[in-house]
């Protein structure tokens, strides 16, 4: 029995921030595209197993498209950052249940200084 699946991607994205007013208030969006280092599962006994090797063949896309939207705000020197990454493409490869399409989805929030 598999409990934890883990994906990890390493990501391109091409973001547009758009200032709003004489603020430090931006929006920002753009796509991304993504590559796939890393496809895990663990199961109960939080033993690892590696699934692009554990079947015949790889059972995860090895890329990935998807959409990056949020909102950004300065404050002096300081950056707040939320953003949202939208997969779509279905990062899937078989096909048991035809009716479920399996995106990625990432919520974002960082931290920065401006020099």
Do not use: C, H, W
């Amino acid at each position: 029995i598999f409990i934890y699946l883990a994906l990890n991607y390493i990501e391109i994205p091409v973001d547009i921030a758009f200032k709003l007013g004489s603020g430090g208030f931006a929006l920002n969006a753009g796509p991304y595209l993504a590559f796939l280092t890393k496809a895990k599962n663990y199961d109960l006994s939080g033993d690892e197993i590696d699934l692009n090797t554990y079947f015949a063949s790889p059972t995860y896309n090895g890329v990935d498209f998807g959409l990056n939207f949020g909102a950004s705000f300065l404050i002096k020197k300081f950056n707040l950052d939320v953003r949202y990454g939208m997969g779509l493409t279905d990062v899937s490869t078989y096909y048991y249940d035809q009716l479920n399409v399996r995106v990625n989805a990432a919520l974002q929030f960082s931290f920065g200084i401006q020099f």
